[in-house]
């Protein structure tokens, strides 16, 4: 069939599931210029109770409940498809996104791709009722499955690796295909840069230093800028780029961090530019959020993870540690000990940087792009 219309879906829980829909839209757009393509987050066209539980109810249990959160995703993963609490999730969600049918009834694409299992769990009902025509396929985020992501009458799946594509398989998808795509991401991720010292040159840092980029909002246990000040007070001969994101508070603590570890602590807050600041540095110290593994891993850069949330991102940080392209602390004596380790080591430093390299699948969003019109045709 024809291709004329292309709408992407997503859902503001976390940032990565949007970085994704960003990511896929962007490809489509470049590779398929005569496509329209829409990229939108369905919580926008549910009503505004049900938008504030889903976002904040998410983010609040991650922030301040993590092992309430963990013993919630372990709970949905091994009930099974018709159990009564994914039954009621399931109701809940179609209760409230008949604004969401709309929106795709008025736009009529011919291909819908999902960054995030709420609209294909909406959708593919709709698709496996004969109410929807356009094909759904949900792109996975993360590195491992979980079952919230099987959904009835999804047309296919693209998911990060062989051995996902080989779970999904086991864990029963009926009819629907399974492509091995990579996560996406943007492009300016999948670009060659200069030399580090290079970078950090042009970042205004000192170019022979060792440079750790810290780039979370807070590791549960300790905050970000406790985090730098620990690496800084230990580690002389290092330096650190600390990223708040959009909490202001944070980053005037930097800020103060910076006066107080002259030249050694640069303090960013939302940054249009993490590549750049990937590509000047040697490790990062994060959370592993799907889409930040994944840039780190087209990057070259070995993590460092501190915190991950339970469930999805310690899937993650094992997904990094079996393929020799990251570390996991999980303490702050831990977290030192083991940045410190790694910086003194070059060697060690180098082989991670390459085996992330090799991990990496930086095209990821144009090969779903490709693969979606030809999956289509």
């Known amino acids: 069939m024809g291709v004329d219309r292309i709408l992407v879906l997503s859902v503001k829980a976390g940032a990565g599931h949007l970085r994704a ?20 987050d369905a919580l926008e066209y549910t009503n505004a109770a049900f938008r504030k539980s889903y976002t904040e109810g998410y983010e609040a249990l991650v922030r301040n409940l993590p092992s309430v959160w963990e013993r919630i995703y372990e709970s949905l993963e091994t009930k099974p498809a018709d159990s009564n609490a994914k039954k009621l999730a399931t109701l809940w969600s179609r209760l409230n996104t008949k604004n969401l049918l709309m ?20 959708l593919g009902k709709q698709r496996s009722k004969d109410k929807l025509r356009a094909p759904v396929y ?24 062989n051995e996902m594509a080989h779970a999904l398989r086991e864990k029963g998808i009926g009819t629907a295909s399974v492509e091995v795509s990579g996560i996406p991401i943007l492009p300016e991720f999948a670009r060659e840069y200069p030399p580090r010292e290079s970078m950090r040159q042009t970042l205004g840092l000192d170019p022979a230093r060792r440079t750790v980029l810290v780039a979370a909002g807070g590791f549960g246990m300790m905050s970000a800028d406790d985090a730098v000040k620990l690496l800084a007070e230990h580690l002389p001969d290092a330096q650190f780029m600390a990223v708040a994101g959009r909490n202001a508070e944070l980053e005037k603590r930097l800020k103060k961090l ?18 750049e600041l990937m590509a000047a540095s040697d490790v990062a110290v994060s959370k592993s959020g799907g889409l930040t593994t994944s840039e780190c891993l087209a990057m070259g850069l070995p993590m460092l993870v501190f915190a991950p949330i339970p469930g999805q991102e310690e899937r ?31 060697k060690r430093l180098t082989d991670m940087q390459q085996a992330a390299r090799r991990t990496a699948r930086p095209r990821a969003a144009f090969d779903i792009a490709e693969r979606l019109m030809g999956l289509s045709s």
């Open 103 to 122: 929106f795709v009834e008025n736009f009529r694409p011919d291909i819908i791709a999902c960054t995030h299992f709420l609209p294909a769990e909406v």
């Open 138 to 161: 949900t792109i996975l985020t993360d590195y491992d499955i979980h079952s919230m992501w099987i959904q009835e009458g999804v047309t296919g799946y693209f998911v990060a690796s």
């Open 258 to 275: 910076a006066r107080a570890y002259k030249g050694r602590v640069k303090p960013f807050g939302f940054v249009e530019n993490m590549h």
């Open 21 to 40: 829909a960003q990511a896929v839209t962007h490809a489509i757009r470049e590779r398929f210029p005569n496509v329209e393509v829409v990229s939108a």
């Open 316 to 346: 993650n940080a094992i997904y990094l540690l079996e393929h020799g392209a990251g570390l996991w602390a999980r303490t702050p004596a831990q977290m030192l000990f083991k940045v410190k380790a790694l910086l003194d080591d070059s």
